[in-house]
């Protein structure tokens, strides 16, 4: 019988939890010192009970979101995170979409908070070891 109330209870406390972190400003931008970066900043008004954030990235071509981090242990405030881990062909223009979510103390399923979105244009073509060294046989 405390099984079936269960998932209700659950749900209810995530839509709480939601709607309790208050005003969310989220956004992505290119640095203009390194093109092939995205920077992500965002505040959060209510971060009580916030173990953690997670953010995931979806290129145009993925089919799906992807986690690319997992950020905890951060004092309240204005928080910030790079991506540098874009790679495609050089002098294409790509959207990339961020979401973000709060992770709480005491809750399993992260919270979705905002999402945003920028086109992407790298200059410079990233290459790996592997990639260098075939260059050469």
Known sequence: MIKRYLNPLLLLFILVAATSVGEVQFSASIDGTNPNEIMLKWTVQNEQ???SYLIKRKMKSDQQFRNITDIGDIPAGTHEFTDRHL???SGSVE???????????????PVALSQTEVNYT????????GNIKSMFQ
Do not use: G, H
């Open 95 to 109: 959207s990339v979409s961020y979401k973000l979510y709060a992770k709480y103390k005491n809750v399993t399923t």
């Open 49 to 51: 009970d916030v173990e």
């Open 87 to 89: 790679s495609k062909k």
């Open 122 to 129: 790298t200059n410079t073509v990233r290459r790996t070891w």
